[in-house]
């Protein structure tokens, strides 16, 4: 599988962006696919998971009820939508597919994508 990300930019807080992952080279439909997020000199944290059907999702805490994940497989595209966007959601983000075990561990996943800078200014 190999991933494209795009849609960081530069925001102000309070601001929104969409983010795309475009998949190719293997049936989206397929995978599970998630996205993880690194600020600089921390490590590669969870943001969202979904399933190969879409119909189940996990978000880590610090984006719950701001952030939402979703797929459209016929177009072989998952997305996160940013809303409400803090300082504290600077970072690079990557998008991922199909981890060998927990959805949560960025060393399960077998792919990855070349990420996108998402800056916030406060």
């Known amino acids: 599988v190999q991933l494209q990300a795009s849609g960081g930019g530069l925001v102000q807080a309070g601001g929104s962006l969409r983010l795309s992952c475009a998949a190719s080279g293997r049936t989206l439909s397929s995978v599970v696919m998630g996205w993880f997020r690194q600020a600089p000199g921390k490590r590669r944290e969870f943001v969202a998971a979904?399933?190969?059907?879409?119909?189940?999702?996990f978000y880590g805490d610090s984006v719950k009820g701001r952030f939402t994940i979703s797929r459209d497989n016929a177009k072989g595209t998952v997305y996160l939508q940013m809303n409400s966007l803090k300082p504290e959601d600077t970072a690079v983000y990557y998008c991922?597919?199909?981890?060998?075990?927990?959805?949560?561990?960025?060393?399960?996943?077998?792919?990855w994508g070349q990420g996108t800078l998402v800056t916030v200014s406060s």
């Open positions: 979904i399933s190969s059907n879409g119909n189940s999702i």
């Open positions: 991922a597919a199909d981890p060998a075990g927990s959805w949560y561990g960025a060393d399960e996943y077998d792919y």
